[in-house]
Nanobody, 122 residues
Framework: QVVLVESGGGLVQPGGSLRLSCAASGIIFRVDAMAWYRQAPGKQRELVASVSRNGSATYVDSVKGRFIISGDNAENTVYLQMNSLNREDTAVYYC????????????????WGQGTQVTVSS
């Protein structure tokens, strides 16, 4: 019912910046929250940042002060501005969304994007 389309990944040098975008489309009445996760080879998937509908944001400690998450409720879109990137940021980044499909039900469904590769290297 819902597809999350990601863009903005790629190769960047240490110290550089990237901006990831993710737009949710499909049968959507309301998106309550969106988030970015990442998974590096051989490591557990971790929550990088999240933003709720009211704009409240959270970050994992390793990206605080470097990454900024923001959302556009009208377009069901989330962004992740990544600055001062280092090699430890290399991972597949996944978009996530909590979605309410209909006006007459508040049941929340979780959706994942396909993932976009971010590689930080010289």
């Amino acid at each position: 019912q819902v597809v999350l389309v990601e863009s903005g990944g790629g190769l960047v040098q240490p110290g550089g910046s990237l901006r990831l975008s993710c737009a949710a489309s499909g049968i959507i009445f309301r998106v309550d929250a969106m988030a970015w996760y990442r998974q590096a080879p051989g490591k557990q998937r971790e929550l990088v940042a999240s933003v709720s509908r009211n704009g409240s944001a959270t970050y994992v400690d390793s990206v605080k002060g470097r990454f900024i998450i923001s959302g556009d409720n009208a377009e069901n879109t989330v962004y992740l501005q990544m600055n001062s990137l280092n090699r430890e940021d290399t991972a597949v980044y996944y978009c996530y969304a909590d979605v309410v499909h209909g006006e007459y039900s508040d049941r929340v469904y979780a959706y994942w994007g396909q993932g976009t590769q971010v590689t930080v290297s010289s």
